[in-house]
Nanobody, 126 residues
Framework: QVQLVESGGGLVQAGGSLRLACAASGRNVRAYGLGWFRQAPGEERAFVASITWSGDYARYPDSLKGRFTISSDSSKNMVYLQMNSLKPEDTAVYYC???????????????????WGQGTQVTVSS
């Protein structure tokens, strides 16, 4: 069982920045890779970024490369999402999630993830 708790969401003006944090706990947390997804009202949950505990293999959709940066701190069991140059279309609930680290996992698919946090709201005003 892995527990994930997000923090750091809030209201920010367009062009601003936010840093989300995800605290991971539980047994065998190192057996999981971590990712961020977001979901806007009426839309499907969308992949934002993923990373391993070693900090390797950071992945992003092309649309977010250069603005969003994922990082991990294995000493604190924390994963972060730095979001810069925010746009109103970035408004969504952001979720931290954990997927088993085995071959064949499609890290961009929410179906690959076993555990989810409760989400944190990010609102970007124009």
């Amino acid at each position: 069982q892995v527990q994930l708790v997000e923090s750091g969401g809030g209201l920010v003006q367009a062009g601003g920045s936010l840093r989300l944090a995800c605290a991971a706990s539980g047994r065998n947390v190192r057996a999981y890779g971590l990712g961020w997804f977001r979901q806007a009202p009426g839309e499907e949950r969308a992949f934002v970024a993923s990373i391993t505990w070693s900090g390797d293999y950071a992945r992003y959709p092309d649309s977010l490369k250069g603005r969003f940066t994922i990082s991990s701190d294995s000493s604190k069991n924390m994963v972060y999402l730095q979001m810069n140059s925010l746009k109103p279309e970035d408004t969504a609930v952001y979720y931290c999630a954990a997927h088993p680290t085995r071959s064949g996992v499609i890290i961009s698919s929410p179906l690959a993830y076993t555990y989810w946090g409760q989400g944190t709201q990010v609102t970007v005003s124009s």
